[in-house]
């Protein structure tokens, strides 16, 4: 099994930047496709990116397509979301997310981060 947690939410201005970090421990992360999910004020969760075990391919909701990055370390055992030009439309509970591909991980994932609050004001 692994767990994960999540740091770097906060409180940002519209138009400004985030970067998300999740550590893995527990398991070989590169075993591991990994994502993103994020759930808004009164709202379901909803994907947000997804990274596949090497990092060779990522995918992301149209929603953050040109806005966000995902990337991986593996020697750091870290997932990463960079978010720019953030919208208070982007505020959420951000989770990371973990699975043995990147669909199963867009689909619903097996493991959970316990989530960071992002917080984007306008």
Do not use: H
């Not at 009164?42 to 090497?54: N, P, T």
């Not at 951000?94 to 981060?113: K, L, T």
């Amino acid at each position: 099994q692994v767990q994960l947690v999540e740091s770097g939410g906060g409180l940002v201005q519209a138009g400004g930047s985030l970067r998300l970090s999740c550590a893995a421990s527990g398991r070989t992360f590169s075993d591991y496709a990994m994502g993103w999910f994020r759930q808004p004020p009164g709202k379901e969760r909803e994907f947000v990116a997804a990274i596949s075990l090497s990092g060779g391919s990522t995918f992301y909701a149209d929603s953050v397509k040109g806005r966000f990055t995902i990337s991986r370390d593996n020697a750091k055992n870290t997932v990463y979301l960079q978010m720019n030009s953030l919208k208070p439309e982007d505020t959420a509970v951000y989770y990371c997310a973990a699975d043995y591909s990147a669909p199963s991980v867009a689909g619903g994932p097996g493991y959970w981060g316990q989530g960071t609050q992002v917080t984007v004001s306008s």
